[in-house]
């Protein structure tokens, strides 16, 4: 089947320009979850949702960076006004619950460079 | 918090030589431990897991024991070939959070 998707692949974009990334989890996974990988800090948690319930948003490194997911299924992080040092792969990453024993399955990856 | 240390790299091997990357973590209570790999081009795969002391996990030849002890969870393989050219990373999971090392970059040689 299908695995996670995201797009666009590659954004390029001005210091100052708002971004939007999409991410399409597994059909059927309750579980979504934002990571970003970059050069300095590795790979970091950003945001997780799960089901209905109000998302852990504790690893978004400032307000300019907010998330949804509607409908339960595809999820859009937003980056405002954006800064050089949110340049990184922005991973997206899908689960059947969230349980702990739960395998995350990652998608590829949006690059996000700053200019 | 939690965290994970791993071996730094990067670690150039001959093909069917051995391969040890260390993996060391702090956290609360009982987390699951993970290897995850990263293929030139690729996203980030699950390679193998262990969810409680004294479990191995092992796949494609690979294999990693957690060890609450020394809280530790090395990787090994006995004879690499030269499609085992990665990125690894060690990863812990306290409920749905996954903490990552920084990533040990793998190169063999033919």
């Known amino acids: 089947g299908a695995g996670v998707s995201q797009s666009p692949s590659n954004k390029v974009t001005e210091k100052g320009k708002d971004v939007e990334l999409r991410c399409d989890p597994i059909?059927?996974?309750?579980?979504l979850y934002w990571y970003r990988q970059s050069l300095g800090q590795g790979l970091e948690f950003l945001i997780y949702?799960?089901?209905?319930?109000?998302?852990?948003k504790s690893g978004l490194p400032s307000d300019r960076f907010s998330a949804e997911r509607t409908g339960g299924s595809v999820s859009t992080l937003t980056i405002q006004r954006t800064q050089q040092e949110d340049s990184a792969v922005y991973l997206c990453?899908?689960?059947?619950?969230?349980?702990?024993?739960?395998?995350?399955?990652f998608g590829p990856g949006t690059r996000l460079t700053v200019t | 918090g939690d965290s994970v240390t791993q071996m730094e790299g990067p670690v150039t091997l001959s093909e069917e030589a051995f391969l040890t990357i260390n993996c060391t973590y702090t956290a609360t209570g009982y987390p699951s431990l993970f290897w995850y790999v990263q293929y030139p081009g690729e996203g980030l795969q699950l390679l193998l897991k262990?969810?409680?002391?004294?479990d191995k996990g092992s796949n494609k030849g690979f294999e990693a024991t957690y060890r609450k002890e020394t809280t530790s969870f090395h990787l090994e393989k006995g004879s690499v070939q030269v499609s085992d050219s990665a990125v690894y990373f060690c990863?812990?999971?306290?409920?749905?959070?996954?903490?990552f090392g920084a990533g040990t970059t793998v190169t063999v040689r033919a």
């Open positions: 990453a899908s689960s059947v619950d969230g349980g702990s024993g739960d395998e995350q399955y």
């Open positions: 949702f799960q089901g209905n319930s109000a998302p852990d």
């Open positions: 262990a969810t409680k002391a004294d």
């Open positions: 059909s059927g996974h309750t579980a």
């Open positions: 990863a812990l999971r306290n409920d749905y959070k996954l903490s």
